[in-house]
């Protein structure tokens, strides 16, 4: 399929979804705003599952990453404050350019990311379980979870203060790294396809987008806290969106690149695995180092 076809394909899917979200969102009779948002999320989840299972491409569903919380989070918007514009804006800089960056890349319905290749040729008999668990509900499940901070911050009246800002500063900080990193990876790889990106934050980090993307939510967070600190526990989505990122996706990409790239493993000992700062080395190794010179 043509990319400006499979582009306007998304869009009807995306569009599709949501209507169905609103509906079932105004459908509704619950009194949680926050838990009828979670049951029509889900539930535009699974229309956009049915979607990718039946253009058999579970990359269908990439977009919702970053779509998702740009159509949420304003309808929690009670008064449109200078605190509340601060983080609608900080969500939307964010959103826009992971959204951008995603249609960039985006080959068309033709291509399919390869780690949902990985997962499906390892569990063939378990894929469309995987698949709906794995690669739709669970990450729908992560973005509700690193959205609570922001919702409880929206729906408790937030003014502006010292530590709401702090957080809006890294959550602008990181998208900024986010997409230095991506712009920086895409540029090189034009030209050096086979090659481990050592440029910018990349000779620091081995994952700067990752640490973007973790540092974005931990900056939402930091801003509830300048406004409700009794929600502190809110702060386990951000925590499990960086367990996530340990568990699952930075150890798939290591994997391969370590298959695919010569010298990965030199790479890996001369960068963090996150941090985009100057490895930190122990005065034994600096020793050790010494003596082998």
Request: glycine residues 4%; contains cysteine.
């Amino acid at each position: 399929m043509r990319r400006d076809i499979s582009f306007i394909v998304i869009f009807l899917i995306y569009g599709f979804a949501f209507s169905v979200g609103v509906v079932v969102f105004l459908g509704l009779t619950i009194e949680s705003m926050i838990l009828r948002v979670i049951i029509a999320d889900i539930v535009a989840t699974l229309v956009v599952f049915l979607f990718s299972t039946r253009f058999k491409n579970s990359s269908i569903y990439d977009p919702y990453w970053s779509v998702a919380p740009l159509v949420i989070v304003p309808f929690f918007v009670e008064t449109w404050s200078l605190a509340s514009i601060l983080l609608v804006g900080v969500i939307a800089f964010w959103a826009i350019r992971l959204t951008f960056n995603w249609a960039m890349t985006f080959k068309g319905l033709d291509h399919e990311d390869w780690r949902y290749q990985y997962f499906k040729e390892r569990f063939p008999r378990l894929w469309p379980l995987v698949n709906l668990l794995g690669i739709h509900l669970m990450p729908t499940a992560i973005v509700i979870m690193v959205m609570i901070p922001a919702l409880l911050y929206l729906l408790n009246n937030p003014t502006i203060n010292p530590v709401v800002f702090l957080g809006a500063f890294l959550s602008t900080l990181a998208t900024l790294i986010q997409w230095h990193s991506d712009k920086t990876i895409h540029q090189f790889k034009r030209t050096n396809p086979k090659q481990i990106c050592n440029q910018g934050l990349w000779q620091y980090s081995r994952h700067p987008n990752y640490f973007g993307e973790i540092l974005m939510w931990f900056g939402v967070f930091v801003m509830l806290m300048g406004v409700a600190p009794s929600y502190y526990y809110s702060g386990i989505g951000p925590i499990i969106n960086l367990l996530l990122f340990l568990s699952v996706s930075i150890p798939l990409m290591e994997q391969r690149q370590l298959k695919r790239k010569e010298g990965y493993n030199q790479y890996i000992e001369q960068t963090n695995m996150l941090i985009p700062l100057p490895i930190l080395k122990t005065r034994r190794e600096q020793v050790l180092n010494a003596k082998k010179r």
